[in-house]
């Protein structure tokens, strides 16, 4: 998919962070030893890319920005109240809606740190953080994109396993680990959970529209204007009918 991208965006003339990726990707991959690590250092800025415009990734997003964090969650909050108006067997209405935050620079400096102790073949870095290049990016530059993901190996030929760990188990594992290659402090808070009733989100949703953060904000263009007068118009319907039913 990653390959298929860089060739349909290079022959539209759009930039692509290494035109070596509609060669051969192959030689781009990062090898150490007889393995494979994935993603490579050379995948992760067309990673980045191709995420912020549909393809589906290994990556998971996060925000320096508190206020676009507010929006992802208030907005996702507020189809899932639409879903439960539309049909009340879905009952979202006394539900919760969550914000995560997370301690990224000391996880990743903790988790850096210990990948250049090693001296013989590394592990792969469970947890491992990308800042793209903004330049190259206008919706992870409007968004103050930061994106995670875990780093797996396989020797050539060899098949690979999916890791559905949560985020907060594979933390927690890496505090409990202390014998192993990664270690973070168990003195230290790493991951917090915020748990809201998810009637707030509408107040939530209304506070940042005073800052102008809506998705035209997060994803600039006329196509993002067009999806901000849509959920404009999905929040006016929702708050009303709260008013009149709750």
């Known amino acids: 998919m990653l390959w298929n991208f860089c060739y349909e965006a290079n022959s539209q003339g759009l930039h692509i962070p290494d035109t070596r990726l509609i060669k051969d990707p192959r030689p781009l991959l990062k090898m150490e030893g007889k393995k494979i690590f994935w993603l490579s250092d050379k995948f992760e800025e067309i990673s980045a890319l191709a995420q912020h415009y549909g393809i589906p990734t290994r990556l998971l997003d996060w925000t320096s920005d508190l206020f676009t964090a507010f929006y992802f969650a208030s907005i996702g909050a507020i189809k899932l109240m639409k879903k439960s108006i539309d049909d009340p067997k879905l009952s979202f209405l006394d539900k919760y809606f969550v914000i995560y935050a997370l301690n990224y620079r000391l996880i990743d400096q903790r988790i850096r740190n210990d990948w250049d102790r090693f001296t013989s073949t590394p592990e792969p870095m469970p947890i491992k953080f990308i800042v793209p290049s903004y330049s190259s990016n206008q919706n992870i530059v409007a968004q103050s994109g930061i994106l995670s993901y875990s780093e797996i190996s396989f020797d050539h030929g ?56 809506s998705y035209a904000h997060l994803f600039p263009g006329y196509a993002g204007i067009v999806k901000a007068m849509d959920e404009r118009s999905l929040v006016n319907f929702v708050n009303k009918w709260c008013k009149e039913n709750l």
């Open 158 to 213: 060899g098949e690979t396993k999916v890791d559905y760990t949560p985020l907060d188990i594979k933390l927690q594992n890496i505090v409990d680990n202390n014998k192993g290659f990664y270690r973070l402090p168990d003195s230290e808070i790493l991951l917090f959970k915020f748990e809201l009733p998810i009637k707030e989100a509408l107040n939530m949703f209304d506070f940042i529209s005073y800052f102008n953060y």
